[in-house]
């Protein structure tokens, strides 16, 4: 519904919710591999988690619609990816480090938390990098870009 009053593309929605369910499978496969149950706590903490790392894809996303012009879309994901993508690469790292610290703890519950608090903002930034430019190429070839 915000694309839809910010950029008159509701169908960008879809688009910002692409590397979501990536990522949101990633973590689970990631959860599975290391042996981490998947009960309430966790669905919490993952839930928290995809949250913070859902303004990623949505930061990428809004970036390269203020970068095309409707012909150049190597030159828009190009700006989008560099000066975006230096800003996430950045805060992708203090919040990874900063709550993956909690990994340390000596309580489980904490460990589990900083762990999949780090996975998941990891496994964000990631696919906000490489699956949200494929999206968004997608989204402009079946003409979701017009301009007015």
């Given at each position: 519904m915000i694309y839809r009053l910010l950029e008159d593309s509701g169908s960008l929605g879809?688009?910002?919710?692409?590397?979501?369910?990536?990522?949101?499978?990633?973590?689970?496969?990631?959860?599975?591999?290391i042996d981490m149950p998947f009960n309430a706590m966790t669905a919490t903490v993952l839930s928290i988690a995809l949250g913070l790392g859902t303004d990623y894809s949505a930061?990428?996303?809004?970036?390269?619609?203020?970068?095309?012009?409707?012909?150049?879309?190597?030159?828009?994901?190009?700006a989008t990816v560099m000066g975006t993508g230096g800003a996430l690469t950045g805060s992708m790292l203090t919040t990874a480090s900063g709550i993956g610290v909690l990994v340390l703890s000596i309580t489980p519950i904490?460990?589990?938390?900083?762990?999949?608090?780090?996975?998941?903002?990891?496994?964000?930034?990631?696919?906000?990098?490489?699956?949200t430019p494929s999206a968004v190429v997608v989204w402009v070839r079946l003409g979701g870009f017009s301009l007015p």
């Open positions: 879809i688009v910002n919710l692409v590397p979501i369910l990536v990522t949101l499978a990633l973590v689970l496969g990631t959860m599975r591999l930061h990428m996303t809004h970036r390269f619609v203020d970068e095309f012009d409707g012909t150049n879309r190597e030159g828009a994901l190009e904490l460990g589990q938390f900083g762990t999949i608090m780090a996975i998941s903002i990891v496994y964000s930034y990631l696919t906000a990098m490489l699956v």
